[in-house]
């Protein structure tokens, strides 16, 4: 008789998320009375604003609750598209608008419906750790492209050009990113979309944190926005999660071609069926009617991304690039001879400080700090990360 428990299916040898991991971890430490300074979850330590959650009480209270149609309500479609037209200058519609549970499965949907075995998926690193299993999941091969600090870890178009071959039918973009916090300049942007066109392989463009840049010479740039044939190749990916507070709503959204559009939403609709009804309705008002709630968030953000710099660039042994948008500062500390697993590891137990080992992000020797936390939070963590490093 064959043994049931060694059977592995398509999508069952995936690594589960380190990231959740270490927040779990730490959060279980939290519960039993331990003193935990967390540096390791990508979420805002705010509630969501309020205005958002009384339009998803008065959607409950009106009824709101059946089925929406899979690939999401159409008044949320109408102002996701009005979105990205008048704040990205992205061209679209409704009818390529994909509302999806979660920005993470809407770029899940996008892989599984557009790639699969044989296919080639580039990856500039570090990168997301999700995006390596998610491309695994789909059947196609990662192709990882090294980026460079002293570049601001941009991806260097003539290392992407080299990179491409007839197998290449994806390029993951991430700007603002995670977890490097690097911004991708205009220019970059216009020569990575030139390669697209002329070898005509699509781009996956993740912009979850595009409201959270800090710096009046870094703004965010859609790179679908550059020209009607860099569009036609895009699928703009965002969410209400990181910029509105709203992580535990399980709300994201994308744009792509109509051709594609379809069959993500053909995905969707026999694995997830539509995201919750009452919380898109709450999506309208966050995107029609926040933008003072995100912008008083964002500031703060940019305060603690100040602050944590400047200690963490004071600490020897330690290095790291500015940030210029998200909530996160990726560190080097391979200095120390250490693995960011053991590194990570040693710091939870005898420092009490949660950070992210950055191995599963292509990035060995490498630890990312998250500052969705108070300032307060930050100075003792990294007081405690000082006071580690100093025993190493």
Not at 194 to 203: G, P, Q, R, S, T
Not at 314 to 320: E, F, K, L, N, Q
Not at 364 to 373: D, E, H, V
Request: net charge negative; glycine share 6%; with cysteine.
């Amino acid at each position: 008789m064959k043994d049931i428990q060694s059977s592995n299916g398509f999508m069952g040898g995936l690594t589960p998320s380190a990231t959740l991991a270490i927040t779990a971890a730490a959060k279980a430490l939290k519960a039993q009375g331990v003193d935990v300074c967390s540096l390791s979850a990508g979420e805002p330590d705010f509630d969501t604003p309020e205005i958002i959650k009384q339009s998803a009480i008065k959607a409950l209270l009106e009824g709101k609750t059946g089925y929406t149609p899979a690939s999401g309500l159409m008044e949320l479609k109408e102002a996701v598209a009005k979105k990205f037209v008048n704040e990205n200058n992205v061209k679209t519609t409704p009818g390529q608008i994909i509302i999806a549970p979660g920005a993470k499965f809407s770029v899940f949907s996008a892989i599984a419906a557009l790639c699969g075995p044989g296919d080639e998926v580039i990856l500039p690193a570090p990168f997301w750790l999700s995006y390596e299993e998610m491309v695994k999941a789909a059947g196609a091969k990662c192709v990882i492209i090294q980026t460079k600090a002293e570049n601001n870890y941009e991806l260097d178009p003539a290392e992407l050009e080299a990179a491409v071959t007839e197998n290449t039918r994806l390029l993951v973009l991430t700007t603002p990113s995670n977890p490097t916090g690097a911004v991708y300049r205009k220019e970059t942007l216009e020569s990575i979309a030139d390669i697209a066109v002329a070898k005509n392989f699509m781009v996956l463009s993740d912009e979850i944190y595009e409201k959270l840049v800090y710096d009046d010479d870094k703004p965010h740039v859609s790179i679908g926005s550059l020209n009607d044939e860099i569009n036609d190749l895009t699928i703009t990916v965002n969410g209400l999660s990181k910029a509105y507070a709203m992580t535990g709503w399980r709300l994201g959204y994308l744009s792509a071609p109509l051709w594609l559009a379809k069959k993500i939403g053909a995905f969707q609709s026999h694995t997830t069926s539509n995201p919750t009804t009452f919380a898109q309705y709450a999506a309208i008002t966050a995107l029609e009617e926040a933008d003072a709630e995100v912008e008083k968030m964002r500031q703060a953000f940019s305060v603690r991304r100040d602050l944590i710099y400047s200690l963490i660039s004071a600490i020897p042994g330690v290095t790291c690039v500015r940030p210029q948008g998200a909530f996160y500062l990726l560190c080097d500390i391979s200095s120390f001879g250490l693995t960011s697993n053991e590194f990570c590891s040693r710091l939870l137990e005898e420092k009490k400080v949660a950070a992210i080992p950055c191995e599963a992000f292509a990035a060995p020797g490498k630890i990312r700090l998250s500052y969705a936390c108070s300032e307060d939070n930050i100075n003792e963590a990294v007081s405690r990360l000082k006071s580690f490093c100093e025993s190493l």
